[in-house]
């Protein structure tokens, strides 16, 4: 095995410069992930078909967030046309991944956690999206329930 491709993944990853996340499974097979905001601690969904990374209108004041009105509009998880806020330069921490003046929108989250809790799972204070995973060069190992990001 002294060839770096013969290595296994998590091995040739951190080789690469990668840092490993545990993701945890939910009843409702989503993913969840522990991230923190502004240094505040928070549980997250991990969803790769969000587009943007985002936080409920409660976490404004647990995450410090400094909030703006958005003109975009939210749509997903059988809800559209959701009214949006933006906070800008957030650091945003994952494992020892660490991205300063990340953007966040705010929206009203109470759909999301009503079915998370309908299926007995917890509710979350938001989704780590596709802009966060992209900015990482996420690499998520299904089998192993493991989030890789690139270490910036």
Same mark, same amino acid.
Do not use: R
């Given at each position: 095995?002294?060839?770096?491709?013969?290595?296994?993944?998590?091995?040739?990853?951190?080789?690469? +410069?990668?840092?490993? !996340?545990?993701?945890?499974?939910? *009843?409702?097979?989503?993913? =969840? $992930? &522990? %991230?923190?905001?502004? #240094?505040?601690?928070?549980?997250?969904?991990?969803?790769?078909?969000?587009?943007?990374?985002?936080? +409920?209108?409660?976490? !404004?004041?647990?995450?410090?967030? *400094?909030?703006?009105?958005? =003109? $975009? &509009? %939210?749509?997903?998880? #059988?809800?559209?046309?959701?009214?949006?806020?933006?906070?800008?330069?957030?650091?945003?921490?994952? +494992?020892?991944?660490?991205?300063?003046?990340?953007?966040?929108?705010?929206?009203?989250?109470?759909?999301?956690?009503?079915?998370?809790?309908?299926?007995?799972?917890?509710?979350?204070?938001?989704?780590?999206?596709?802009?966060?995973?992209?900015?990482?060069?996420?690499?998520?190992?299904?089998?192993?329930?493991?989030?890789?990001?690139?270490?910036?």
């Amino acid at each position: 095995m002294d060839d770096i491709k013969d290595l296994p993944l998590k091995d040739f990853l951190q080789k690469k +410069g990668y840092t490993k !996340i545990k993701l945890h499974l939910t *009843k409702t097979n989503h993913f =969840e $992930i &522990k %991230a923190s905001i502004n #240094g505040i601690k928070g549980l997250f969904i991990l969803d790769t078909g969000a587009s943007s990374s985002c936080v +409920g209108f409660e976490g !404004i004041e647990t995450f410090k967030l *400094k909030a703006k009105d958005s =003109e $975009i &509009k %939210a749509a997903g998880a #059988g809800a559209t046309d959701m009214q949006t806020q933006i906070s800008k330069k957030n650091q945003l921490k994952i +494992g020892k991944w660490k991205k300063n003046k990340v953007a966040l929108i705010l929206f009203n989250l109470t759909h999301v956690n009503t079915a998370l809790i309908n299926h007995n799972s917890k509710p979350v204070d938001g989704i780590i999206g596709a802009d966060i995973l992209k900015k990482g060069k996420g690499i998520i190992d299904y089998e192993k329930k493991y989030l890789y990001l690139k270490k910036i």
